[in-house]
């Protein structure tokens, strides 16, 4: 019980919540109540300045703006020129240098059309329709070209953010129907269906993402006919949707258990069958109550997409690794990049969180 | 939910049966299916400067990729109708085996167990290189024998870490191995002294090298630790396909023999010699005996120039490599190329 | 087709097409598999476990050396992921848990700080932490002629940290052995007592004579058991330090990556946790005259431990399984074992197989101890 011993010690430690005197401002009470809590609040804002200090000294006192390599290895800060220099390979790696408007626009407009679609009021098959049949036919000619006079490019050519984002958006939105028939599956009256879902869902739980990643890039052409082969960006793909399917099965699962009985009873009454309960009138309801944590889950993927740096490809870290890698820039831009992308994640993520908390509230004073 | 499920099992059910009758449909030979596609596809590495590297705009430079574009070139007579394919360490053999591409050229060691056991076949020797050690001079070391006790870095899964672990077994030493994924974390790690040398082919430490800040800061050592000859490889039991890959890459070392370079192939098409006449396709059908064009010769050396001319332009004494041609030169040189006669 | 209309049967027949497609599915890639293993001529089964290694593992908890066998090598790996998991969920564990206590305060600037903490972990991919992290450690921590000496004999540089270990002459069975009597004892002390209390309603210091009885046995055997230790200090040779005890920058960055990730995640368990317990239960403990830590401890924990076990248990699961990344930094783990050795061998399928079989059984083992222990605390409903 040690856990129980160190977490009552390190509580015990904290701040009391009794009421302040009335003679302190309440304003300073919260801040300096008592001597622990002064302690506590200089130790903090201690910290926070030491840490402040060294940031603000590399991002920009210390830091080149413009230059070349050796000026920047000259200062002890952060060496922007770098990102100016090598910002379109880490935006769209080995995509053909004439072409890149097209990928530049591709991620526009489907960031766009994210914006859009993450109105709760615009939700409905006509949403679902106008992505399947003009965002995503659109987002692909783009990217691969072929039609209206744009050169064919390749996915071995494909890189960079737009690869990111495809992998983690493509991922979940194949993943979800998918994982809704093995959250079903799993709840099925039927055992065999039962054990084939759990299985699933269990195994590919059980083992890292990596494991899949390699199974699927490196394991899949073997036990492909010969003379069939499928795109490795496909692979990856179908790894990290078979991933996402056994993740969202299980939150959809916990969708499913809140459903009361109830209502499943009230559909047999009505002499509903087994899928029209389902379709009519569970799954509307458990759906419901799992956006939020799907949308949660959501940013687990996009971060975990960069696992696909390991079996080669490039995906947005991976393009920023090998620019820091560049001959030219070698030695010189250690943590630029890192930092770079490590913003660029954090602002994904941190809006995807915030756009969570808000479906959360949404759903709480809109409907129940 | 059942019929849901039933309607996806039947896809499933409908793709395997689908997959089952294309293993009896397809069985193209590589030239058929390179042929149709209309391009090459060929793994390399993309991140070995003289070997296979991306100008700023993306297009593919070095020594393995001329091979390739000589493979192109004798195919399409187009040695810009190839794609390439980034292979790593992991996935190079298998992207060969599952047909992801076509042939790997990619600083690959030929070797008994990878010939026989990994279900592929390699080509001529293309490049013959020997593993050794860099070390920055400051450390002032001479020898590879003087590195006891030093950390290495070096790549996994390769030939190399085996070679490393026999040497210093055979002089009595220990050392530290320090293994990276990637060859640019490899690189990175030695350059920022987290290792005391690093150990790959020389080839590739000539490259390493020249990606330091200051190439004169480092030092390859002068032990060969062991045999690294380069080739390229293919799937195993396609010999029409072999015999392409390897006669393009004896063209280019023909040409050098025989004095034809990319500038002056068209003059010496209407040389007297029989045998350029048979390899540049003026006469006889050789082309036809390997089911390409008759002129494919002409177009290997049209596109990428002779073995000389390939080295001397990615590897050269001229290039930031420095390397110089050492056995990679002709047999009446006193070198280790020799190509078989065309007749 | 009155009879396909029954419920019972279709409920059958759905059930047969279900494991005949999958096993079709099944039997097509095996055949494909094999068929194309065996017109490559690529070698098939686990023969090669037995085979010769050759290849040097750095890092190991285990005795190795290339001599051995592969079998032994995907040991070592299997005891440097277990190693490195075990660490990093325990220290994570402590951190997150005051992280977690921290962001509940009533101070607005550490319960601010420690928000920004979680979220600057939870919103940033691990990898490129892992990634950043060793970056740092070897960009910036001097190289090792160079080393920094913190203390005598411990030595800081970018080829890790090295201090002086301790070598056994004799009496380490016997301290093991005390020790692990010592825990024993402690444990059924403090049952005891506990019982004790129970029944007769008086307190007693019980952790004080829980400790008394954690450490009667190794003094004991300090006093009268031979015990003789060495130090292996470090020493500055040609090129590195020899002797003492090396972390690795490899293990370091990612030992600190994955710790971080776990922390921040049983920092957000915890405060949930806490949170969940109601307001009411918190005024009615108070109303009876119960310290806040008192409360907290008898009260509030109880009650919030429930709650935490099941999320703590997939977080455990988690990090196990994120230790895999330790590929992208080069610590030799088992999926980098595996990697090294799929190279060799080009067995791919049964390097895969064994790695994954691995990682299956130990999450699965994983999940077994933490729901017996969830078990255990459990309300148990009358």
Redesign the interface.
Known sequence: MTQVDTLVSSAALAPSREVPPAARSRWFSAYFGTPGNALITILCLGTVFALAKLAIGWLFVDATFVGTPAECKATSGACWPFLSAKMRYIFFGFYPFEEQWRPLTAMLLFLGACLVSMVPKVWGRGLLLAWVAVVLPVLYVLMAGGYFGLTVVPTTQWGGLPLSFMLSFIGLACALPLGIALALARASNLPAIRVLGVGFIEIVRGVPLISILFMATVMLPLFMPNGITIDKLVRAQVAIILFAAAYIAEIVRGGLQAIPKGQVEAGQSLGLHYWQIMRKIVLPQALKKVIPPLVSLFIGFFQDTTLVTIVGLLDFLDTVRTAMRDPQWQGIAVLEGYVFAAVVYFVFSALMGAYSRFLEQYFRTTHD | MNSRILQLCATVAGIAVGLVAATTANAATTLETVKARGKLICGVSMSTPGFATADAKGHMEGFDVDVCRAVAAAVFGDPEKVDFVLTNINTRFQALQSGEIDMLSRQTTMTFSRETSLGLDFGPTVFYDGQGLMVPKSLGVNSAKELTDAAICTLPGTTTAQNLSDFFRSIGGKFELVVFENPDENRNAFFSGRCEAISSDRSDLASIRAVANNPDDYVVLPETISKEPLAPAVRQNDSNWRDIVSWSAWMLMAAEERGITQANVDEMAKSEDPEIQRMLGVSEELGKMLNLDNKWGYNVIKGVGNYGEVFERNLGTKTALGLTRGPNTRWSEGGLLYAPPFR | MPLFYDARI??YL??????G??L??AW??FS??SA??A?????TGFGFLARQA?????ESAITYE?TDTIGRAILVGITNTVKVSLLAALFG??LG??VG??R???????SR?MLAYV??L????????L??WY??I??VFP??KQAIEMLPGVFLS??GLVTPALHWQSGFAALVTAFVVGVAAAFATARVLGRRRIVTGKERPIALFAAIAFLLPLVATILFANISVTWDVPEL????L?GGYHLR??FVALLLGLTLSVSANVAEI?RAGIQAVSKGQWEAATALGLS??RT??LVI?PQA?RIIIPPLTNTY?TVF??S??A????Y?DL??VS??I?????Q??EA?AI??GV??GL??LISLVMNWYNARVALRER
């Open positions: 279709r409920a759905y059930q047969v097409i279900a494991v497609v999958v079709l599915i097509v890639m494909t598999a194309n293993l017109k490559q001529d690529i070698a050759g290849f040097v593992i750095t290339p564990t402590v848990l005051l206590i921290g509940l305060s009533h101070n607005p600037v550490l700080l979220e600057a939870r919103n940033v991919p691990l990898l490129l932490y990634l950043l970056s740092l070897i960009s190289p090792v970018n080829s040779g040609r090129f590195r020899s920058p490899e915890v806040r830590a907290l401890k924990l431990l699961l399984k994120n895999s990344l590929i992208a930094i080069g030799p999926v980098m990697n090294t799929m190279n060799q061998t080009g791919a399928i895969i790695f994954m990682y299956l999450s699965i």
